[in-house]
């Protein structure tokens, strides 16, 4: 234990011999209020219970984002999916799952999204390996049928390469007021795991859930003025946000940011955009445009990026963006396509 500079004056030479010898050798760095609790408290201090600081790894950004914001300088929080990597389709190597394993926590989204969290889950079996769900208990959407049939004629054999999300849609991190049922869950399972910080988890999250529900409150209002309610994006992930607010996504594809669309879909989308006078066909980060792109010159519309949020790029670091700052951009982006 430490001596404050104000007690270490009225010390006799002798006590502070002792009190160096008992503190191994650190005396002038240690502070404590009495010479006599001072000794007893140096020689209990190895085997006092040092604070648990949790190794937690995260599946993919937005995992990141929710655990980081949670958990602050108490844990070391790391993304095993690359920044600017596409995250439907990667799989982990020997190296990843022999990090996983030494973990103390990992926190997936789940609803199919992670595709190999059973397998490593197999893998780190008997481990102190405590593994966090964090759509745990959501009402998770059925992807279309139809997406799934396209896909499995349009590939065939190379359907293997693409991600396959068993029928059901993980994207629910893209509903605001999803967004917070996910930071909750973290939130509990991470007070279990180091209870000695459950009030500062509890604080954080509580903090991070209060900026969520101000941004979902934005896209109330955003869309409630809109002057129409559909929109088309090139792949299906903006189920749960189009549901939360009133809106009817037109996905070009289905599930995967990778399914390339049949020639007769094709057809039906530029239909329905032209149709329905649609001046904005949305595309994303992380994967080619070019689907968007024939759209769009196919009805003479512009394309712009509704962005999933399933990694951050390049320049979304080079601009400090998070998740917040790019739903904003997700919102004012479908703000003009939606009064066009």
Request: net charge negative.
């Amino acid at each position: 234990m430490k001596f404050s500079i104000r007690h270490l004056a009225v010390l006799s030479l002798s006590s502070l011999l002792i009190a160096a010898g008992c503190g191994n050798n650190n005396a002038s760095t240690n502070t404590g209020s009495s010479s006599n609790t001072s000794a007893t408290a140096t020689a209990e201090a190895p085997t006092a219970p040092a604070s648990h600081k949790l190794n937690i790894k995260v599946s993919f950004y937005p995992m990141y984002e929710f655990t980081k914001n949670i958990t602050g300088d108490l844990a070391d929080v790391e993304a095993l999916i690359p920044p600017g990597i596409e995250p439907h389709d990667w799989e982990p190597t020997a190296q990843d799952m022999a990090q996983i394993t030494k973990a103390d926590v990992l926190i997936y989204n789940g609803a199919g999204m992670e595709s190999w969290v059973d397998q490593v889950l197999d893998s780190a079996s008997g481990s102190k390996l405590v593994a966090v769900e964090a759509s745990k208990g959501l009402d998770i959407m059925e992807g279309a049928e139809e997406e799934e049939d396209e896909h499995d004629h349009a590939h065939g054999e190379g359907e293997d390469h693409h991600h396959d999300h068993g029928g059901l849609d993980p994207h629910v991190w893209l509903d605001p007021a999803l967004a917070v049922k996910e930071v909750q869950n973290i939130e509990a399972a991470l007070a279990a795991a180091a209870p000695e910080h459950s009030e500062a988890f509890k604080a954080n999250a509580s903090a991070y859930i209060s900026k969520l529900e101000a941004l979902d409150q934005e896209y109330r209002e955003a869309i409630k003025e809109v002057k129409r309610k559909d929109f088309i994006t090139q792949h299906a992930a903006f189920g749960y946000l189009a549901k939360e607010y009133g809106l009817t996504q037109v996905p070009i594809a289905g599930l995967s940011p990778e399914e390339e669309p049949s020639a007769a879909k094709m057809a039906e989308i530029v239909e329905f955009a032209k149709t329905h006078n649609v001046k904005t066909i949305f595309f994303e980060t992380l994967v080619s445009s070019s689907v968007a792109d024939t759209i769009a010159k196919e009805i003479g519309a512009k394309t712009a990026v509704l962005n999933p949020i399933e990694g951050l790029t390049e320049e979304d670091r080079s601009h400090n963006l998070d998740y917040l700052g790019i739903m904003r951009q997700n919102l004012e982006a479908l703000k003009i396509a939606l009064n066009e």
